[in-house]
């Protein structure tokens, strides 16, 4: 028995870097698509949100002079790109992913309705949402915290290069501790930087937990899905 039954995994655009710098690493892309298909094979019902920060980050992007609506549009299609990439490699070992789009792209991805995304969940095919909330100033927290909540996931399970939530930035701050458990508001009175607080706010509102690990070991998702305490419970 899985400890989950429909998850929303998000995962970080950086991270698909891998140690190139920039794009996206082979490597690291199959890396997360073997572990998406142990989970999937298992019959946890999976959908994913992507970052784009590999290739482009709005928030950046207007500190170069971008315009702030533009920088997100070309974020969003940043996060397009990386969920092309992950079907192509999901799709390459025999898992049916279907992309959807918070803009609309066709033929590059269908057009994201809740009903759309909750019937390919059912029929096993595994349902990446990009393009964020099709919306600027809204990030890909808030975007993965908004569709997990609409597909009526059981967490979201948020892959990061970390394994968990920490008093500090474990990486720059070697005695930063780590919680096992936390709830949504010392996040917030702390100012730990889980995720935006948007994101945070709309999942303590609607009772969605958070669940951070380390995506980048492979085996790590089986070990969340199999409930071994690996990573951060973030609650209410």
């Given at each position: 028995m899985t400890k989950f039954k429909r998850i929303l995994l998000k995962l970080s655009g950086e991270s698909l870097m891998g140690?190139?710098?920039?794009?996206?690493?082979?490597?690291?892309?199959?890396?997360?698509?073997?572990?998406?298909?142990?989970i999937r094979d298992l019959g946890v019902q999976i959908g994913i949100v992507i970052g784009g920060g590999n290739i482009f980050r709005g928030l950046s992007g207007t500190g170069k002079g971008f315009d702030r609506v533009k920088g997100d549009q070309m974020g969003?299609?940043?996060?397009?790109?990386?969920?092309?990439?992950?079907?192509?490699?999901?799709?390459?070992?025999?898992?049916k992913a279907r992309v959807l789009t918070a803009i609309r792209m066709e033929p590059i991805g269908e057009f994201y309705s809740?009903?759309?995304?909750?019937?390919a969940l059912e029929r096993g095919e595994v349902v990446i949402m990009s393009a964020g909330t099709?919306?600027?100033?809204?990030?890909?927290?808030?975007?993965?915290?908004?569709?997990?909540i609409e597909i009526e996931a059981d967490v979201m399970l948020k892959g990061t290069r970390v394994d968990g939530v920490y008093t500090a930035d474990p990486e720059k701050d070697p005695s930063a501790e780590k919680?096992?458990?936390?709830?949504?508001?010392?996040v917030l009175s702390r100012g730990l930087r889980v995720m935006d607080i948007t994101a945070?706010?709309?999942?303590?509102?609607?009772?969605?937990?958070?669940?951070?690990?380390n995506m980048d070991q492979p085996g790590n998702l089986r070990k969340v899905i199999d409930g071994e305490p690996i990573g951060t419970y973030v609650h209410a």
């Open positions: 140690e190139q710098g920039y794009g996206i690493d082979v490597q690291r892309l199959n890396e997360y698509a073997a572990q998406i298909k142990e969003m299609c940043a996060t397009v790109i990386n969920s092309l990439a992950l079907s192509s490699a999901l799709g390459a070992i025999g898992v809740k009903w759309k995304a909750c019937e099709g919306n600027p100033y809204f990030t890909t927290d808030t975007g993965s915290s908004l569709r997990g919680f096992e458990k936390i709830t949504y508001d010392e945070i706010a709309m999942c303590k509102e609607n009772d969605f937990p958070i669940y951070v690990f």
